[in-house]
């Protein structure tokens, strides 16, 4: 009888082990969250992914019962935010707010301390807004196509702005370089805010940036739109062609937004708050909000959020290859 005592008894140590491991798990889900969380932002107050979710955190917090801080950690493409909420406790009181940085800056730094695909728990995609190719209204060029010809007449003469080096906006002027054979100027920025204040005093000709933010100065003519950068046109810029349908083809560049939480955060706190966002970008006050700055409503599964960033690594890792871009 001793083999089956034996048996039994390593069976009940790996249950009790088994229990010890699941119970703090599901109390600490059950009473989530009993104090404030905070959400990192690694760039600037007033761009594109800080309207967004500003538009999201009074309803979510009023959901999750708890307050919701917005923290700014800037510097390094978003770098520090990241790894910052990378080494944070995995327990649902930090979180990140992810950038198209999570699948650029594998290919753009070489020494970086954490693995985006690795140190990071999906929750939620909270928005997938178009860019928009916009030019400072000296620019005497009406059309996408009378752009290229005059960049392609003056190489080198003209400057895009960017909301900082490497990141997504950066990267959408240098898939525009390749895509029509042009040369244009980056002006790096700290932030989309700066670098659209400078594009509508016409220290910079040319800029991509997220729609939401540029909306407002198209629509009081401080800013012409020539193109957005997504599959099909914005509801918020009817008349504005797509890439592709001013002649670029292949041309998709959008700029996305989502919650991460630092890997091996429990299960249940990741669809508790999985829920919560759905629902707010649900609700009546965040889709009259979202109308205002020109953002359509996208939620997702966190599954569905991590296969979208693992593909977004392979397109961008292409770009940065091709137009031999390297961190500073």
Known sequence: MKPFTNALGQALVFVVCLLAWLLPNTGQAQTYPDRPIRIINGFAAGGGADLLLRAIQPKAAELLGQQIIVDYKTGAGGNLAMES????????????????????????????????????????????????????????????????????????????????????????????????????????????????????????????????????????????????????????????????EAGVRDYQATTWNGILAPANTPRAIIDRLNHVFVEAIKSREVLEAFEKIGQDPLTSTPEEFSVFLKAESVKWAQVIDKAHIQAP
């Open 85 to 244: 909420v990378a080494r944070a406790t995995p327990d649902g009181y930090t979180l990140l707010l992810g950038t198209p940085g999570l699948a650029i800056n594998p290919s753009l730094y070489k020494t970086l301390t954490f693995d985006p695909l690795k140190d990071f728990s999906p929750i939620v995609m909270i928005g997938v807004v178009q860019n928009v190719l916009v030019v400072h209204p000296s620019v005497p060029a009406q059309s996408v196509q009378k752009l290229i010809a005059l960049l392609r007449a003056q190489p080198g003469k003209f400057n895009f702005g960017s909301s900082g080096y490497g990141t997504s906006l950066h990267l959408a002027g240098e898939m525009f370089k390749l895509s029509t054979e042009t040369d244009i100027v980056h002006v790096a920025y700290k932030g989309s805010g700066q670098a659209i204040n400078d594009v509508m005093g016409g220290q910079v000709e040319i800029m991509f940036n997220v729609l939401p933010s540029s909306l407002p100065f198209i629509r009081d003519g401080r800013l012409r739109a020539l193109a957005v950068t997504g599959s099909s046109r914005a509801a918020a810029l009817p008349e504005v062609p797509t890439m592709m």
